[in-house]
Nanobody, 123 residues
């Protein structure tokens, strides 16, 4: 399984970006698909997840109400729509995938990772 993230860039405070993550391999619909981010000097942190069941999406408190995660199983793609961006959102954003039933928000539970895409929000 290979993940390819794209869509990052430089945006002003209050702006929007849409990240994409395309997945190659089998059984995309069986994977929990998540987004994480890592700012300079900080640990990688959970942002959002779209579980394979599709019954509920989860967000970190810092992005809830501003970010939306979506997926299309026919296109093997997951997106992260980011609105009302703030300088504090500046980080490298990673998409990740897992197939087991472990907790959705933990970095160490994900076995497949994209290469990361840089998001920079200027004040």
């Amino acid at each position: 399984v290979q993940l390819q993230a794209s869509g990052g860039g430089l945006v002003q405070d209050g702006g929007s970006l849409r990240l994409s993550c395309s997945v190659s391999g089998r059984n995309f619909r069986a994977y929990d698909m998540a987004w994480f981010r890592q700012a300079p000097g900080k640990e990688r942190e959970f942002v959002a997840v779209f579980p394979w069941r599709g019954d509920k999406k989860w967000y970190s408190d810092s992005v809830k109400g501003r970010f939306t995660v979506s997926r299309d199983n026919a296109k093997d793609t997951v997106w992260l729509q980011m609105n009302s961006l703030k300088p504090a959102d500046t980080a490298v954003y990673y998409c990740a995938a897992k197939m087991d039933s472990s907790p959705l928000y933990r970095v160490s539970n994900y076995e497949y990772w994209g290469q990361g895409t840089q998001v920079t929000v200027s004040s």
